[in-house]
């Protein structure tokens, strides 16, 4: 293959790669509600299937908060051991691992059921999202 022909296969492999889609998704939690003791979560979840890779927008007001947390803590709406905190209104985690997540509000909420456990699955190129939802809570 001559010098014209290696710049052409370079330039479209450039294009090839440009034009793929990130599989990656963003999800707003509770959609236009957003994340608060009157959003129905369950609601929220049927049919999304996250991947790593997504990511997971929570809006909210100045009274609430996210925390990810442990399965443990999950289940007892317990904010002192967590992995991740944040008030400012506006949170977002990208999911980087596989397997069971967990993210609460403050305990007084997160007893009002305000409160989400997820499935990530591992991310691949053959992604479909039309599958049942990989969401509990």
Not at 9 to 14: D, G, H, N
Request: with cysteine; glycine share 8%.
């Amino acid at each position: 293959m001559g010098i014209i022909g290696q710049v052409l296969f370079a330039v479209l492999m450039v294009f090839c790669i440009a034009a793929v889609p990130t599989l990656a998704k963003e999800y707003t939690v509770g959609d236009y509600y957003g994340w608060g003791v009157n959003t129905n979560l369950y609601s929220w979840l049927q049919g999304k299937k996250f991947t790593v890779g997504d990511s997971l927008v929570f809006e909210y007001g100045e009274s609430d908060s996210v925390y990810e947390v442990s399965e443990t803590a999950y289940e007892d709406c317990d904010t002192h051991e967590f992995i991740t905190s944040d008030s400012s209104g506006q949170t977002t985690i990208r999911l980087e691992t596989p397997g069971k997540h967990y993210f609460i509000s403050n305990e007084a909420h997160c007893d009002m059921e305000m409160k989400l456990e997820i499935i990530v699955g591992e991310a691949s190129s053959s992604d479909d999202r039309s599958s049942s939802s990989s969401a509990l809570l």
